[in-house]
């Protein structure tokens, strides 16, 4: 509990800066005025693909559980899921714990089993994300002007500066000694457990918890499909893709301003690492970069960039209070039907 207050404190002020950040020096009648000019015929269209990105990443959640996957069904993993987008509205991050404490009390799945293929599921998403970071900035936005318009001249130098020799072996080297140190721990710990007193059985103990972890990190060995997991990552990346092109159509920008499906791909991965700051629901931290990139990269007014990020992302807060319960409702009937 003291944990999540800690992270409500760290947030709410991260979210409250890029918020004033997003609307400094913009006048709020102004955006509101420009919600009249929205064609709301695109909404229908945008619910579809949100709803389908939610299902696609619980089926792939359920493709990385291994032989534990017999034991999953798959309206369990759907509300999990809309459960998770939920809570991290709260508390970021909370909604990563929440979906497999939900998963494991309704289909009997180890916990520690759900967190570790999360972990390995944001690994893999955090890895797309960072090769296509790295593709934007090598091959697409190139000018150091632009750069930093868009992240403030200090966080442009640290990006800037990832891409030297020094920083890439920096990095490598962080993630060779966190390994070295992790199999060191667990030798160290597997000692500790042959004793036969107290520190021996809370080793013990440790160690069984870690294995469980480690057995659901490591699943990725065991997923049976590939063709099928990669299916579904390409699908979900496109819904992503998606659900920034239609309220693009849904304001005419893309008519007006020139931004069409790969220009769509581009704004999902800056906005992306707004959604990945330590914010309440991506709140304020979205609508900064969002606005940013409209700004920045297709001269799209502030006061129209703002008010494309509010609808947005009000839209997806809409969806997930009202999917939520729906899911854990449906998955609560079918449990129910099938317990019989």
Not at 2 to 25: D, M, Q, R, T, Y
Not at 217 to 241: E, G, Q
Not at 257 to 278: E, H, K, N, R, T
């Amino acid at each position: 509990m003291k944990e999540n207050w800690k992270k409500i404190a760290v947030s709410i002020p991260i979210g409250a800066l890029f918020l004033w950040l997003a609307f400094k020096n913009v006048d709020v009648d102004e955006v509101l005025k420009s919600f009249e000019n929205i064609s709301y015929g695109w909404i229908p269209g945008f619910i579809f693909v949100s709803v389908l990105s939610y299902l696609v990443r619980a089926e792939r959640w359920i493709l990385l559980l291994g032989e534990e996957r017999a034991k999953a069904h798959r309206s369990t993993f759907n509300a999990g899921v809309f459960f998770g987008y939920l809570m991290n509205y709260i508390i970021p991050r909370l909604g990563e714990v929440s979906r497999c404490m939900y998963v494991s009390k309704k289909d009997s799945i180890p916990l520690l089993t759900l967190i570790g293929t999360v972990v390995l599921e944001r690994v893999i998403d955090t890895l797309m994300l960072l090769m296509m970071v790295i593709i934007l900035f090598v091959y697409v936005i190139t000018d150091e002007h632009t750069i930093i318009s868009l992240f403030g001249k200090e966080n442009a130098e640290i990006l800037l500066g990832m891409g030297s020799y020094e920083s890439v072996g920096l990095i490598v080297g962080i993630i060779v000694a966190g390994i070295f140190f992790m199999w060191l721990g667990m030798k160290i710990l597997k000692v500790v457990a042959n004793r036969e007193d107290f520190f021996g059985k809370m080793a013990q103990k440790i160690s069984g918890l870690l294995d469980v972890f480690i057995k659901g990190l490591t699943n990725i060995r065991k997923v049976h499909n590939w063709p099928y997991f990669i299916i579904l990552t390409a699908i979900l990346w496109l819904c992503y893709t998606l659900m920034v092109l239609i309220p693009i159509s849904m304001f005419d920008l893309g008519a007006q301003y020139g931004i069409g499906f790969a220009d769509s791909a581009i704004i999902m991965v800056l906005s992306a690492i707004g959604v990945a700051l330590p914010s309440p629901g991506a709140i304020g931290t979205y609508h900064w970069f969002v606005k940013q990139t409209l700004y920045v990269l297709y001269n799209v007014p502030e006061i129209i960039g703002l008010a494309y990020a509010f609808v947005t992302h009000s839209s997806m807060l809409l969806l997930i209070l009202v999917a939520a319960p729906i899911g854990i409702g449906l998955n609560s009937f079918i449990l129910r039907k099938r317990d019989r």
